[in-house]
């Protein structure tokens, strides 16, 4: 797992331009405005290495290409909602498969000064991920490096048609940027665990998503 390094405290005035996480080394991020193509082919070159040499083309050459199909396919979903950032898991512990993913986005509020004062940051907060009309969600709230963090995790159904032939876990954290009352991080983790989203693997990959997200700092400058 890579290493944090220390670094002065930047000045609040400063404005954020970024953010950090800090993730596995099992763990590829895609970026989903520049350098999509080049992290994509880097990923599937490297799933292609691991094919035991000698295999029989007959059955290797169909394999790469429903692989390539699937994951090119699960990429441009993700950039159909304009997000930043896509992370997934690239190797497997043995012979499990973590069926997880990261996504990161941003969302710009429209500029309403005069509801400015009158909105409280966590209302607005419970709003942005209430939008869906989910009723069954968890809900919670704190702070993350320094800003307004909320937390929901709720199950979701299987969706065939979107690519989702199973049930999933889903936990969202939305942020609120520092100095800029518009704009918010979000980050929505989603798996599958073993089959079912409530069993043990869901249970303690929820818990690692907890303590990613905890890594979170902010990029000024």
């Known amino acids: 797992m890579p290493t944090e390094q220390k670094e002065s405290a930047p000045s609040a005035s400063v404005p954020v331009t970024g953010y950090r996480l800090i993730l596995p080394d099992d763990w590829a991020q895609i970026p989903l405005r520049h350098g999509t193509e080049e992290a994509v082919r880097r990923i599937l070159d490297e799933a292609f290495s691991r094919i035991p040499p000698g295999s029989p083309e007959d059955k290797v050459g169909p394999y790469k290409r429903e692989l390539e199909r699937r994951f090119r396919a699960a990429v441009s979903r993700v950039q159909e909602g304009n997000a930043l950032d896509l992370y997934l898991p690239v190797r497997s512990e043995g012979n499990v498969n973590l069926g ?3 996504v990161v986005s941003e969302t710009v509020l429209p500029r309403r000064q005069e509801q400015a004062a009158q909105l409280d940051p966590t209302d607005v907060a419970v709003q942005l991920l209430a939008g869906d009309g989910l009723d069954n969600a968890d809900l919670s ?22 690519g989702a032939g199973l049930g999933s876990r889903r936990v969202e954290y939305i942020v609120s940027v520092p100095d800029d009352p ?3 991080f979000a980050a929505a983790f989603s798996t599958v665990g073993g089959g079912d989203p409530r069993d043990d693997l869901a249970d303690a990959l929820v818990e690692w998503f907890d303590a990613v997200m905890a890594t979170l700092r902010w990029r000024r400058g």
């Open 100 to 102: 997880a993913s990261i």
């Open 141 to 162: 709230s704190g702070e993350l490096d320094g800003a307004l963090a909320v937390r929901r995790e709720h199950t979701a159904p299987a969706d065939p048609d979107r």
């Open 182 to 184: 518009e704009r918010w």
